[in-house]
């Protein structure tokens, strides 16, 4: 059983047709609401996908949403996959400015997060840290292709043609030939031990999982 949670129509319509498509036998329940105000479902998940998340919840509502994630939506042993693009708006990265120079949707609200932010976000939460990577990519942008470019144009949700995204990256460039880039993912445990302790508890939530 899957339940995703999105609280963007557009977005929640692309993701029943991506699990439709991707995962035909999975049983699915999809919540249009924001992570902090999803009630949960019947019973504990044993893996929690927040993908691209953090970055949109401020910052004094995260220790809040992640106490909920520990005490009432993973299971004993459960795992929570966390994957997200470090982000510090005073310090933009050369794609963050071009997102933003393209004014895409759903881009306008960023909020600082990065590796060592979440880890000390889920360890408080009682979480146990079981594995980080960051991920180093760039974009060439030498002789950037349509299929490329056209990943801008799905975001804009077809307001951007590809000619406009070409002049935006160009602005943005400055001469440089590529767009450096990175992400960071981590892997937490929902530590049994550290959940024996905890008087009425009752897990009847399941998990968010935003794609």
Same mark, same amino acid.
């Given at each position: 059983m899957l339940t995703a949670v999105e609280p963007d129509a557009d977005q929640m319509a692309t993701l029943k047709t991506r699990i439709a498509q991707l995962l035909p036998n999975v049983s699915a329940e999809f919540c249009q609401e924001t992570a902090q105000s999803w009630k949960g479902s019947d019973g504990p998940f044993d893996a929690v996908l927040m993908f691209h998340i953090l970055c949109y919840i401020p910052e004094l509502e995260r220790p809040a949403l992640l106490k909920k994630l520990f005490d009432n939506v993973t299971t004993n042993g459960g795992l929570v996959f966390i994957l997200t693009s470090p982000c510090n708006m005073k310090s933009p990265t050369m794609l963050i400015r071009l997102i933003d120079l393209l004014s895409l949707p759903s881009y306008d609200v960023y909020y600082f997060v990065d590796g060592v932010h979440v880890c000390d976000l889920m360890t408080?939460?009682?979480?146990?840290?079981?594995?980080?990577?960051?991920?180093?990519?760039?974009?060439?942008?030498?002789?950037?292709?349509?299929?490329? !470019?056209? #990943? /801008?144009?799905?975001?804009? =949700?077809? *307001?951007?043609? &590809?000619?406009?995204?070409?002049?935006?990256?160009?602005?943005?460039?400055?001469?440089?030939?590529?767009?450096?880039?990175?992400?960071? !993912?981590? #892997? /937490?445990?929902?530590?049994? =031990?550290? *959940?024996?302790? &905890?008087?009425?508890r009752t897990a009847k939530t399941a998990v968010s999982a935003g794609i």
């Open positions: 408080s939460a009682g979480f146990h840290a079981c594995y980080q990577q960051r991920i180093e990519y760039q974009f060439d942008m030498q002789e950037p292709n349509d299929d490329m !470019l056209s #990943v /801008f144009t799905f975001l804009s =949700q077809g *307001k951007l043609s &590809l000619e406009q995204v070409r002049e935006a990256a160009e602005k943005v460039l400055g001469g440089e030939k590529a767009i450096q880039h990175e992400m960071w !993912l981590g #892997v /937490f445990e929902q530590a049994a =031990q550290l *959940k024996q302790g &905890l008087a009425d």
